[in-house]
Structures are given as C-alpha cells and as structure tokens.
C-alpha cells in the first residue's frame, strides 16, 4: 500500500494552525485562572481587614461596657480611712468626692469675690 506525500505529511503531526487554537485556548485558560486566583486573593484580604475592623471595635465595647457597668460603684467604701480587704482604686472615693466638691466650690467663693466688674 503506497501512500501519497499529502497523506504522510498530515499523519507527522500537528498543522500550524491547530497549534496556535490550542496556545490561544490555552492562554485563556491561564488568563481565567488567574482572574479567579486575584479575585480571591483581594477577598480574602478584605475579610481579614473587615475581621480586625471588627475585632478593634469589639475590644472597645468591651471596655465601655465594663466602664459602664462601673458606674455609680463605690468600691468597698465603709466610711473608715482604709478597709483591710480593699486594695482597689475606688476604695475610699466618697470622703475624696466630698473633699474635692468642696474645693471646687471654695474657689468658685473666691473666684466670685475677687472677680471684677467688666466696665
């Protein structure tokens, strides 16, 4: 069986053309896949941005929270100079308020009387 030169020539391999779909088919691929690769890269950077952005502001609630809850509390105040059991800050702070209101209003006295007229 003898086979012509244009039957031999096209069972050695690809034609130039079937290269060039297949490199373009191919770079699309590459393309696509990288598209999706950064697209969820940036995602996921902004995800962790959003989730320290929420972290921060949960640890500030926290904190008001605990401030608030703190509010109008005396410590251990039993109205002796110093409490065995008490080490913390708000211990004795009544005679303090009272020493410091009246302060504030002595100078406020003095203020008033040596204050003079605008003319």
Do not use: W
């Not at 034609?15 to 490199?23: G, T």
């Not at 598209?35 to 926290?62: D, H, P």
């Amino acid at each position: 069986m003898t086979q012509s030169p244009f039957q031999l020539r096209r069972e050695l391999g690809f034609s130039l053309v079937e290269l060039l779909v297949a490199v373009a088919l191919g770079l699309l691929l590459t393309i696509a896949m990288a598209y999706a690769y950064l697209n969820s890269k940036i995602a996921f950077s902004r995800q962790q941005q959003l989730s320290s952005i929420q972290q921060g502001v949960r640890i500030a609630f926290e904190y008001l929270s605990s401030d608030i809850r703190m509010v109008g509390h005396l410590g251990c105040f039993t109205g002796s100079p110093t409490t065995p059991n008490c080490s913390g800050a708000f211990c004795n702070l009544l005679p303090r308020l009272a020493l410091l209101r009246t302060l504030a209003s002595e100078s406020r006295v003095t203020n008033t009387r040596t204050a003079k007229p605008a003319s």
